[in-house]
């Protein structure tokens, strides 16, 4: 069905097409402590970077397939990019950032379910990716990686989400990267991958409260701040939070070069994945210092962590495998290989009981969505997607039946 959209001097053109993709059995058992796929349906969005798609992903009983697919963007010759995704805490909205576009990539709002258009996408920084909610849905907080031109801080866009207004940019670091609300919603956490620094912005004022340098065997806090330049959005908006000290900044090669900050959900801890140098760190959140850091294998990239506390997921990029890990101790319980090249992003369910990987694939090859089981670490299905299936974000289970 094709759906067009009038929206102030912009025409926007939605596709919503139904698709029912190729469906691959469960076929690992379920644990006794936790339901099987049988007792729910599980439901997740991914989006599809170089094809302008957004798919609804299903997980029950009969395997996993596509349950929906909406073509997103405004300009039918230009590739936009959906790029971050994360859905209201009600589960009402499905947000998206396009990474591309012009001049810049832009933040969009859906009714999630029918997958339609709430308001017209709104302007932010160069290049948003990955985005997060304040835990009241009122705020998002958006990383603009800004890959274009020089290597040069760049921002966090603060966007009001009841009326979609950028409200702040808040300026952080070079190339921002895996933004993640904590679970008590004072404070947002992203990194550097150009700077080797992971950045609290309280949520409360919009401004940057403290930075760590996650630079390899110089892990510790960062207190000597100057106001960084930054290259403004389209709309003009920047908003100093302290850098560190202009001697700290001369431009050199990152050790860690990290992508992704996920916290736990006992509020006390975050993990931080370093991509070149293949460890995932554990910063304690209060004296703000290094717990631990333990080895990874090749080029971890997203992170997620299971609900109860127990597992943490890496997707290993470069390596086309995630890695499974026992949050507590950091020991690597299983290294699986996933379905195509190039792993990219995590979703867990609320129930501690599955994971799904997007996987990117190269060129021409279709991505993919792998599911696994968290206790028994082994792949129970995988759907093919639009090509370099990037962000995805868990959006609601159902009781079977």
Known sequence: ???????????????????????????????????????????????????????????????????QTTPVGEMAVENEGPHGLNVSPDGEFLYMTTAHGVPDGKLWKFDAGPDTLVSRPILLGNFPATLDLTPDGLYAFIANFNLHGEHVPSTVSVVYTPDMVEVDQIATCTMPHGLRMAPDGLFAYSLCMMDDQLVEIDTRTFEVSRRFTVSTGAEAPLTDYATPEVMTGANGMTRGGGAMSMAAMDMKEPSCSPTWVQPAPDDRTLYVACNKSDEILVIDRESWSLIRKFPAGRAPYNLGISADGTVLVASLKGAGQVQFFDAASGESHAIVASTTTVTHGVALTPDSRYVFVSVEGKGAEPGKVDVYDLDSYELVGSVGVGQQAGGIIFWRMEPAG
Do not use: F, W
């Open 1 to 67: 069905m094709n759906v067009r959209i009038a929206l102030s001097s912009l025409t926007i053109i939605l596709l919503t097409a139904c698709s029912g993709g190729a469906t691959v059995p469960v076929t690992s058992g379920p644990a006794p402590q936790r339901p099987s796929a049988a007792d729910a349906t599980y439901y997740v969005y991914v989006g599809a970077e170089s094809a302008d798609l957004i798919h609804r992903i299903k997980l029950d009983a009969d395997g996993v397939s596509v349950d």
